[in-house]
């Protein structure tokens, strides 16, 4: 739990470290200019992350691709910590006046969007047999007899030789593919939304359902799994988001106990204001930068207006040069 000492919110930490694998470098607000703005909230869409370094060189520059993993912590020199994880989509150097920056943008997590059901994915195909009629490289000549009782009561046979050109064989077959992932009658949400998390190869922060539906006539997955997966977790009465970059599915009321309080001592810098819409009431809320201040924190707020404890719905994380801040609604 954060101490209640405002000593504690001095002296900035801002660390961005870029992983391509084939490159690994950090990069420092004590030896570069750094800005940058991280949203959160609780859609399943990720979130983009807009990173900006001054005066790199260029062969730095060139060594930061897209699709590298993208890491900005965040914070104090006594508590610091992970603000968002992702991959970068894009990387833009420009110059302005004297200053050579760069802006690096990052998608919260990994993009799943993209991936459909294909015939690695699929049900396999479906096996029947049927008969096929070859024609025989050499014909078979057969001798058939057949008996006959005379009315003397002798007996009489008969030969005739017929000559087999074809022969006809039970094949198996398989019917063409369909593009689709098929559950039986009976399946419960909870199996489904593993077998696709398998698929897409998610690497899950967090799964508990409201309620795990049972699909009584089955349930088919076909093109964006994604969407399907999305699909499912909402018939559970459960959301689907990103939280410092990584997946979570769960009921929207569920959070992380972050044991902290938000108070004047602790860095709120002006007192929440009252918001209500048509679903939600809750605070606005500003601070100093706070990293524990993210996606479904449970946090405790001390002020004129708000008192009590409180999850975090949406926000941002902010540094402009000047302004080091979290904003955030919370209900």
Known sequence: MATNNNKLLFGRIVKVTIDSGSYKGTFDYKDLEVRFEVPFDDD???NETKVEIFNLSSSTINKIKKGATMTVQ????SDFGVLAIGKVTKVLTKRTGVDKITSIFMKEGDDYSHIKVDQNTADAPVK???NKRYKLKKPIKVETKKVYKLKSGKTSVRKSTRTIKYKTVREAKYRKQSMKITFKKGTTARTIIKRLIR????KLAKLSLPRNKVYKKGYTVTGS???KLEEVVHDCGASLYYRRGRLVIRSITEGDDERFELKESTGLLDSPEAFEDEKLKGYSVKCLLQHRI???SIIIIKSKTANGKYR???GKHVFDGNDFYTEADVI
Do not use: N
Request: no cysteine; charged share 30%.
């Open 74 to 77: 965040a914070g104090y020199k």
């Open 225 to 227: 799994i994604e969407k």
């Open 44 to 46: 399943a869409k990720p």
């Open 199 to 202: 698929i897409l190869d998610i």
């Open 128 to 130: 029947y047999y049927a």
């Open 294 to 296: 993210t996606t479904a």
């Open 312 to 314: 975090v719905k949406k």
